[in-house]
């Protein structure tokens, strides 16, 4: 469970600075930023059910990859960089964890 928990740990701070960056976007930014936005905070929802509902085998390389986006989305420079990253999350979400 200790690997959950850092995943857990990492996804929320992951989407944390997701969200300062979105607030600082200027508008137009912030429009094209929202839908992928919504659609993380909803998977990693559904990823917490999961958890709590079953076991979910965490690998350390799902840690790394988590950690590996982190670092690319505060390294990202602009707006299409960041919906695909967050698209990665979401996959990454969905699919691996």
Do not use: W
């Not at 936005?37 to 085998?57: A, F, G, P």
């Not at 790394?64 to 979400?93: G, H, W």
């Amino acid at each position: 469970m200790a690997k959950e928990a850092q995943i857990l740990e990492e996804i929320s701070q992951t989407i944390a600075d997701l969200q300062i960056k979105y607030r600082r976007a200027r508008l137009n930014e912030r429009m094209q930023l929202k839908p992928a936005l919504d659609e993380l905070i909803k998977e990693y929802e559904n990823y917490q059910h999961s958890v709590l509902k079953r076991h979910n085998c965490v690998s350390g390389e799902n840690l790394e990859e988590m950690r590996a986006i982190r670092k690319e989305i505060e390294n990202a420079a602009d707006t299409q960089k960041l919906i695909a990253l967050i698209a990665r999350t979401v996959t990454a979400v969905i699919k691996k964890f």
